[in-house]
């Protein structure tokens, strides 16, 4: 039958095709086949942000963040908050582009040529003569998936919408009577004394009957809950396991002596003297060729007289930290100097004077007066060393191999660790009360998120099977099971009863010590001669005096048209706080330089304010609707 439908299928779809279009005539095409993807989620300026538009541009915003940062937690990227922000982002630009449509705001392609030189990574392309190297440019530009058409179009429409909001931007600006306002009452100080009621004092207080621990219980029993947790096992394959089972010869350790025993002896120093004639490399041609024509007369001078280079150097030399030293420049390393100096010093004999060398501070004569050698250590000197080197550069290349046979064996044989662990010399490792979310203090892998949602995946807690081969690392695996698992569960009231009893007494002593420093206070309004205060305190809120956070917004908020002003502040847990506002204390006087960073950062701050007003005023002028509630 199917040998006969291939012998004449262009008649069977001919014969599918008049059955099916008709029924769609009939009946109609289901609008879901084409809708579900494409109904709207925002509206700007009468047109609709569908679906598919919300979906492509969060998918490339995930894609750009992945790219700035590999490491970055995906799921972060695909929170309900995070795509949010994506669909917010996107009116946002829609907004903006209305807007520079109806402005007519354009770029000019002096703005666009700016732009680009401006940006590092295209500057960068510049020939010699000052020109663009095009094809330089244009492999630059591809390797983002776009022609140099495509993306000057893009900066072109990104650079007419900051307009919109950078005009307002621009005019942003603070008078010193604004500034000195919001400094005054963000920086004023404040002379208090206090009166502190502590939990702690009250707790022998509190008498604890059955009934009131029952009741407790019964009112707070999201406080004895305990998390889901597991006892699991775990085997890690990293460079350092690599090289555990590589063992060396001989012939292999006094080959790699040999190759590099100069290197691991540590790097040549040479000692120089040079005479400098200045011209940095932006000076005009014709200073450069004068400087040139000096260096090479001096050349011709030292060149008669070769001990003659130090004072030369004295009276010559145009650099004013070797010259007055007959231009000796001490011992120095690769790396030390510009490069051709460097090239130019570690290419002569000792004793021996170079031709002028060129570099951008200008031109050099160069006497080579001495070089270090280090001593090359013997070969046993250099043995633990050799070891771990070679053993290091032998894991690195065998551990892909290695990396292959661990995950098979891991999948293979689901049901245990130990297979694997004696196939490959690892060790299998043990942790109890092992939670879903990375515990603070956690290490190792146990401190790795992928890992801990591996082990906790459906499969690994009901089959108890190991997980994948996780990697943690650049070169380095793991993989694990869980050996016991106890989900999440609330504990009886019998299990619990030392932890019952000190709950229980803390939030009583609280509330005893609130319900004294309440009593306290209004003895005290009516009798301050009667407060039992602290010595006087000036805090403010770049001056806390270690003050917990509530006490000093509570003594910086406080009403002070009428003065000593009270105070009251429940501190939860810790207790109570009285506190009395004696007076407003002189704000110190700020440095000139910190006064001009405060207005700096203020005019940042009402800017911003002033462009985020703006934008809000666009959005009801653009009419703008978001269909998706915020998560």
Known sequence: MFESIRKHSKFVMILLFLLIIPSFVVVGVNQNYFTESSHAVARVDGHDITQQDWDNAHRAESDRLRAQNPQMDV????????????????????????????????????????????????????????????EAYKALVGSQGMTPEGFEANLRKELALNQVLGSVTATGFTTDAQLKQAMDALYQRREIQLARFDATAYASKVQASEADLKAYYDAHTSQFKQAEEASVEYVQLDLAAVAAGITL???????????NAQRLAGPEERRASHILINAPKDAPAAEREKAKAKADALLAQVRKDPKSFADVAKKESQDPGSAANGGDLGYFGHGAMVKPFEEAVFKMKEGEVSDVIESDFGYHIIELTGIKAPKVPSFEELRPKL?????????????????????????????????????????????????????????????NARFLEALFSTDSLENKRNTDAVELAPNSLVAGRVVQYSAARTLPMNEVGDKLKQLYTEKKAAELAAEDGKAKLEQWKAKPEAAQLSAALEVGRDQ????????????????????PAWEGVDLGSAGYAVIKINRIAERPAAEAQVREQQKSQFTQWASMAEVMAYYELLKKEFKVQIKVPRP
Not at 97 to 123: F, N, Y
Not at 549 to 561: G, I, Y
């Open 249 to 259: 010869s001989e012939d292999d350790l006094r080959t790699y002596y040999k190759e």
């Open 387 to 447: 070891e771990a080197d070679l053993k290091q550069q032998q894991a690195q290349r065998k551990f892909a191999e290695i990396a292959e046979t661990f995950s098979n064996a891991v999948y293979e044989q689901s049901d245990s660790l130990q297979p694997v662990a004696d196939k490959l010399k690892l060790s299998i490792h043990k942790a109890e009360h092992v939670t879903r979310q990375v515990a603070p203090g956690a290490q190792g892998p146990l401190a």
């Open 75 to 134: 799921k972060l990227l695909d929170s309900p908050e995070a795509r949010y922000a994506t669909l917010e982002k996107l009116v946002r630009d829609r907004v903006l582009a209305a807007a520079a449509q109806k402005m007519h705001l354009t770029t000019t392609d002096a703005e666009l040529v700016r732009t680009l030189q401006d940006i590092p990574a295209i500057a960068a392309l510049k020939k010699p003569d000052g020109s663009l190297d095009a």
């Open 544 to 563: 806390a005096k270690d003050l917990p956070r509530e006490v000093l917004d509570a003594a910086m908020r406080a009403s002070t048209k009428s003065l």
